[in-house]
């Protein structure tokens, strides 16, 4: 498997524009896990789904952002509108877990690089 | 959620061992502690996992203390390249990763 694959690697967009981040978890996994890495704030979880079902969104910072799994070998990050503080790197991760599992490894993709002027 | 702690930075030596220590005074029964290692511009990578007592894999081992409320990574004969970030995880029941600040390790020659 070629791992956790996140489009595109870099973007650049302007304050007020829509940005979609993509990613594609590894065949088989059933968690997914969006992260955001800043200087400031660290690694911080977003949202992470499970069945493609979104689990635990409270980590979404506001309304702007919104996360969909369509089917289990796809999901999206959506920023609308977007602002210069959203500038991070943003990582998707997937794993074998469910509620009932201790633990699971999670595998991460590239990331994102998010930049927004 | 276990909360952790574990030391901002740490300086070591080509050759040397390196013991990142971690406290987690709040983890739960069924919190597994984890730790993952993070390049620059790399995503985080899973390096080792353990409940208690002490885990050893080919990269290096995780001692647990029987009250497990802290766990000490070992990183034998440290190199250049284990320059890096270091993540200490409680981890338990909804598979739910929540990172803290991390160890930042610096090798030097």
């Known amino acids: 498997d070629a791992g956790v694959i996140q489009s595109p690697r870099h973007e650049v967009t302007e304050m007020g524009q829509e940005v979609t981040l993509r990613c594609k978890p590894i065949?088989?996994?059933?968690?997914l896990f969006w992260y955001r890495q800043t200087m400031m704030r660290g690694l911080e979880l977003l949202i992470y789904?499970?069945?493609?079902?979104?689990?635990?969104d409270s980590g979404m910072p506001e309304d702007r952002f919104s996360a969909k799994m369509p089917n289990a070998s796809f999901s999206t990050l959506k920023i609308q509108p977007s602002e210069p503080r959203d500038s991070a790197v943003y990582f998707c991760?997937?794993?074998?877990?469910?509620?009932?599992?201790?633990?699971?490894?999670?595998?991460f993709g590239q990331g994102t690089r998010l930049t927004v002027v | 959620l276990a909360k952790t702690t574990q030391p901002v930075s740490m300086d070591s030596y080509e050759g040397q061992e390196v013991n990142i220590t971690c406290s987690h005074n709040?983890?739960?029964?069924?919190?597994?502690i984890t730790w993952y290692q993070q390049f620059p511009s790399q995503g985080p990578r899973f390096i080792i996992q353990?409940?208690?007592t002490k885990v050893t894999n080919e990269v290096a081992s995780l001692f647990i203390p029987a009250d497990r409320k802290s766990s000490t990574l070992s990183l034998p004969r440290v190199s250049l390249s284990d320059t890096a970030v270091y993540y200490c995880?409680?981890?338990?029941?909804?598979?739910?990763?929540?990172f803290g600040t991390g160890t930042q390790l610096k090798v030097e020659l």
């Open positions: 991760a997937s794993s074998l877990g469910s509620h009932r599992l201790m633990n699971t490894e999670a595998f």
């Open positions: 065949s088989g996994h059933n968690s």
């Open positions: 789904f499970n069945n493609n079902v979104p689990i635990d």
């Open positions: 353990g409940y208690k």
């Open positions: 995880l409680g981890t338990g029941g909804g598979n739910k990763l929540t």
């Open positions: 709040n983890i739960a029964t069924n919190d597994y």
